[in-house]
């Protein structure tokens, strides 16, 4: 029996009304006690590291263990794309621990188990849902089995008889040691010591258990149940197969002419016939083209060339308001396109080129409004530095620009909107794997400390994890250069001007602090690698820092 359960048919009426039992494979019995013991061992007061790999990987393992030779699975790109995405996070999770790295993970393997799940998706977030129902409805499913029910034949004796026959060994074996104790001196010493052995470890065992604890292990239960057990959903799958990746012509749908009707209410709003729905949107087209027009033209004006912000000028207002600007422009135009283009104005051959040409000339200063958004948070990590927000801009332009790129194959390709989602989603996947992929807390503190600022926020740099700590202390001297040192708020509200003898004592404390909580916190569940050669650069090395 492979890992897919199978469901029996139930009955029109009575049978609707209870959950059916699942029907476990030896696969799935097997890795459910394994899995949830290994969840308590891997993450009970651990922080996460190593741990989230390993048990990604355990799913993983037993996912593709228990899927037959021809299983469709093998065949589905989405799901050879999850599993290469599952175990590149769940390798990067081991490298940085980051927290990019770790929602990567989880959001792979969830995807993952989605397409395990219904290997004919197509869209990411159905892949997300049938996962979730997937995993809500095991828990229910497996409560048969937890206790045997009143109308099942055979469970009682054949409890009985495995009963009897560990019950006979074990008293044989009490017997026989009894005697053996009696007569060697030797066996009896050292059974002695092996049962005060276990006797002190089932001590220590039972001082560690806690309601918490239980608690605990019973999430372990429930989360490695919905991921070892597969409850086919063919809910999301169904709903998927309505919609197509092209638009098709409907005749029934856009009238040829207007449809005159009594009441003055109907006669206003009224279905346009495709020649004024064509001219509306030319004119759309036309003057939003226009406004753009002006818009671009003074950004690259002003932006692209010679840019040099004046004493006193207000970077991050600079920022926020082109990026709050093409957030806005780039929804009405996606909204507007996907209005125009839904339906039989894609089929209208008179004015078919020249809306598309108007839509497309659209698209295009859309991408040079992105361009500016992206100068202007360039000459804003020029002169204040990199935090992480202007890293987010950047991965919102990359979307923006794939979007833009997807509405192009709207136009041109009658795209439906429902290929347009897909595909945007498959890019957010992809955008949250690159972020995962990033060792960025070393790279923004290497580039704000640079003789060349003037000013920098200390508290934002202390605040990062523990592996840009040897970055850290090897530029410690450019803080004596500093004309303005602050602790922001880490809320934004209010800041702290501090001296550089000030500043050099807070980075010190905060390497003592981690000297002595790493050996403490640190186990071989919560290891990652970047921490680990951290900590080996600054306290365990030849050229380690001397901490005063």
């Known amino acids: 029996m492979n890992a897919s359960t199978t469901w029996a048919v139930p009955a029109p009426a009575a049978a609707r009304s209870r959950a059916l039992p699942l029907s476990l494979s030896t696969l799935q019995k097997l890795l459910l006690p394994l899995g ?24 993983v393992a037993g996912t593709l263990a228990g899927l037959p030779r021809h299983a469709p699975q093998w065949r589905s790109v989405g799901f050879w794309v999850l599993l290469l995405g599952t175990l590149l996070s769940a390798a990067l999770v081991v490298v940085y621990g980051s927290g990019a790295a770790r929602l990567a993970c989880l959001a792979s393997l969830v ?12 869209q990411v977030a159905y892949a997300f849902l049938t996962a979730l ?35 006979l060994p074990l008293i044989i074996l009490g017997v026989f040691h009894v005697l053996f104790s009696l007569g060697n001196s030797q066996y009896a010493a050292l059974s002695s010591a092996v049962f005060n052995k276990i006797g002190e470890w089932l001590a220590r065992l039972f001082i560690d258990i806690s309601v918490p604890h239980l608690l605990f292990f019973v999430l372990g239960l429930v989360l490695t149940a919905g991921a070892v057990v597969l409850v ?41 016939d495709l020649r004024k729905e064509n001219l509306a949107a030319l004119a759309v087209f036309g003057l939003v083209n226009v406004l753009l027009l002006v818009v671009n033209a003074i950004d690259i004006h002003w932006i692209w060339f010679g840019f040099t912000p004046a004493p006193g000028f207000d970077l991050t207002q600079f920022v926020h308001e082109g990026t709050y600007v093409l957030i806005l422009s780039i929804l009405v135009a996606m909204g507007i396109v996907l209005w125009f283009f839904r339906r039989n104005l ?64 709207k136009i041109w390709q009658r795209r439906s909107a429902f ?62 250069g500093m004309t303005r040192i602050v602790l922001i708020n880490r809320y934004g509200y209010g800041e702290t001007e501090i001296t550089p003898a000030k500043a050099h004592e807070l980075v010190q404390k905060r390497l003592q602090r981690w000297q002595k909580a790493y050996p403490q916190y640190r186990t071989w569940q919560s290891w990652t690698l970047a921490e680990s050669q951290a900590y080996q650069e600054l306290f365990g090395g030849p050229k380690a820092v001397v901490v005063r």
Do not use: C
């Open 111 to 122: 995807l993952f188990l989605g397409f395990r799940n219904q290997p004919q998706l197509r």
């Open 419 to 480: 290929s347009l989602v897909r595909l945007n989603a498959w890019a957010v996947y992809a955008i949250v794997l690159l972020l995962a992929a990033g060792n960025w807390e070393v790279w923004m503190t290497r580039y704000n400390l640079q003789p060349r600022f003037r000013t920098v926020d200390l508290g934002f740099l202390l605040d990062m994890p523990e592996r840009m700590l040897p970055e850290l202390a090897a530029r410690e001297s450019v803080l004596d």
């Open 232 to 272: 086919p959903i063919h809910f999301f799958l169904d709903q998927e197969s309505q919609f197509g990746e092209f638009v098709r012509r409907q005749r029934d749908r856009v009238a040829s002419f207007a449809v005159r009707r009594p009441d003055f209410r109907a006669r206003s709003f009224r279905t346009l």
């Open 36 to 59: 949830t013991i290994a969840f308590d061992v891997l993450f009970w007061n651990q922080e996460i590291g190593l741990n989230l790999a390993l048990y990604t990987l355990l799913i």
């Open 133 to 167: 129902g997937s995993a809500s409805r095991v828990l229910p499913a497996l409560l048969p089995l937890l206790w045997f029910s009143s109308g099942s034949t055979g469970s009682w004796p054949r409890t009985r008889f495995y009963g009897r026959l560990l019950l």
């Open 346 to 409: 894609n089929f209208y051959g008179k004015g078919l080129p020249a809306l598309r040409w108007g839509a497309t000339m659209w698209v295009v200063q859309n991408v040079v409004l992105v361009v500016s958004v992206g100068l202007r948070n360039y000459y804003y990590i020029l002169h204040t530095g990199l935090a992480y927000k202007r890293i987010g801009v950047y991965g919102f332009l990359l979307l923006t620009l794939f979007g833009l790129g997807t509405v192009l194959l």
